[in-house]
């Protein structure tokens, strides 16, 4: 069996029943975790085809002065219940290099564990925050700050204060900020079918991962400007380098049983069972801490961390989680249009916009990904909210399928109506440049 190449496939691809009876969840999960289909002959490019690295120069500058509102917003800044949307509006679509250094320079001090000045930190934060897509309506900056203000909580559980070392945590804020940086708003399996400059770089593999860590250091060291790394000695840089990559490759979706599964079978004490019987049994997880002492291990959780954090909007509050669901199903939406148009492979041909059911995709997103990852994960930070609120969720979608809701305008409605929760305002950004 450890010989096999499928040890930690998701059983749900060899279920014949589930495909049938829930082929929406099928195609979700599916494609997110394939590299995609196999290529086909086609003149046209996508229009991702190149890759722009975007300077600061791109965009008028900043103002970092802090309105009252602002500043009492930033006040709430470990709060699982972060106004993020609310922050979006308040910046003008400019959210992670506020909270960035409300959390990077302010809660955790990374000037004094980097040994650089506010300043290069508030450049990197810039330069980074500019090479997001502002154009994405999920992939964007605004899921940046909200996966970097997710890993800021999770390190303030006592669990991790224990066991991460400060260049750890630096490490760890720094990956999440970063982790897609320059995400062109469709998948890697899209790049690799489209035949994309960066699918040909990575050879079809962990195509847009890999680009985010390597952007990320590729504008780091472009400029004394925004190089938070200068100072450090030589180890210390390998090390940081070392520990960015594996976290924001940690992200990559196609691996995401392997992760939980290693996860599982490191920390929690085996009841004589199979992996699988361990997390499906409803007995509490029981945690084996002697785990701890070994840096594989601790690299295992860090991988878990941000790994939760990148997919948390399923976990939050009600009204943040539907907002979420509403963004990245428009941005699939998106990517099928422009499958079609291009005739390229549909790689999830169930977001057609005129027929998909965004609460039946949420329901098997929750099902499949998260609940297990998220069990294994709040018995590990005690933080039991989340998964309490992805059952919340979860009911509430099942409430929606069950009452037709389907399309985001069926969303939408039942938002207006009171259904739900209102949508966040409308964010005013800046305007877009050429390259996006």
């Not at 290069?120 to 940046?144: D, K, R």
């Not at 030589?234 to 979706?253: C, F, G, P, Q, W």
């Amino acid at each position: 069996m450890l010989r096999t190449s499928e040890l930690y496939s998701p059983q749900m691809r060899e279920d014949p029943k589930m495909r049938a009876e829930d082929p929406i969840a099928t195609d979700l999960i599916g494609a997110l975790l394939s590299q995609g289909a196999p290529n086909v002959l086609s003149s046209r490019r996508s229009s991702n085809d190149s890759t722009v690295v975007r300077t600061q120069a791109n965009r008028t500058n900043m103002k970092h002065k802090t309105t009252g509102q602002l500043r009492e917003l930033l006040d709430t800044h470990l709060s699982w219940d972060f106004e993020i949307f609310r922050l979006e509006d308040l910046t003008r679509g400019r959210p992670l290099t506020h909270l960035g250094l409300t959390l990077m320079g302010g809660r955790f001090d990374l000037c004094s564990t980097l040994e650089c000045d506010e300043r290069t930190l508030l450049h990197w934060l810039t330069i980074i925050e500019t090479n997001y897509h502002a154009v994405n309506t999920y992939h964007n900056s605004t899921h940046a700050a909200d996966v970097l203000q997710a890993v800021a909580y999770f390190i303030e559980k006592d669990r991790l204060k224990m066991i991460l070392e400060p260049l750890e945590v630096a490490a760890a804020l720094i990956a999440a900020a970063a982790h897609d940086i320059d995400h062109p708003g469709t998948s890697s399996a899209f790049l690799c079918n489209s035949r994309h400059s960066l699918a040909i770089l990575y050879n079809d593999v962990c195509v847009l991962e890999s680009h985010h860590a390597a952007l990320t250091f590729k504008l780091t060291l472009s400029n004394e400007r925004v190089n938070i790394f200068k100072n450090l000695d030589r180890d210390t840089y390998k090390s940081m380098r070392h520990n960015v990559i594996d976290m924001i490759l940690a992200t990559e979706m196609t691996k995401h049983f392997e992760h939980l599964a290693k996860f599982v079978n490191v920390f929690y004490a085996k009841s004589g069972g199979s992996k699988e019987d361990d997390m499906q049994s409803d007995e509490p997880l029981s945690l084996d801490t002697t785990a701890l002492t070994s840096p594989d291990n601790v690299s295992l959780v860090k991988r878990m961390m941000i790994k939760c954090a990148d997919v948390s909007n399923a976990s939050r509050p009600q009204k943040f989680a539907f907002e979420w669901a509403r963004r990245i199903a428009e941005e699939y939406f998106l990517q099928t249009d422009e499958e079609k148009a291009k005739e390229l492979p549909v790689v999830m041909p169930m977001f057609d916009r005129a027929t998909c059911s965004i609460p039946r995709s949420q329901i098997g997103f929750i099902d499949y990904i998260i609940i297990d990852m998220m069990e294994a994960w709040a018995a590990f930070i005690d933080m039991p909210e989340l998964v309490t609120h992805a059952r919340n969720n979860h009911q509430r979608w099942r409430e929606l399928d069950e009452a037709g809701v389907t399309t985001i305008a069926d969303v939408l409605r039942a938002q207006r109506q009171g259904a739900l929760p209102a949508p966040p305002p409308t964010t005013s950004t800046s305007e877009p440049t050429a390259e996006e």
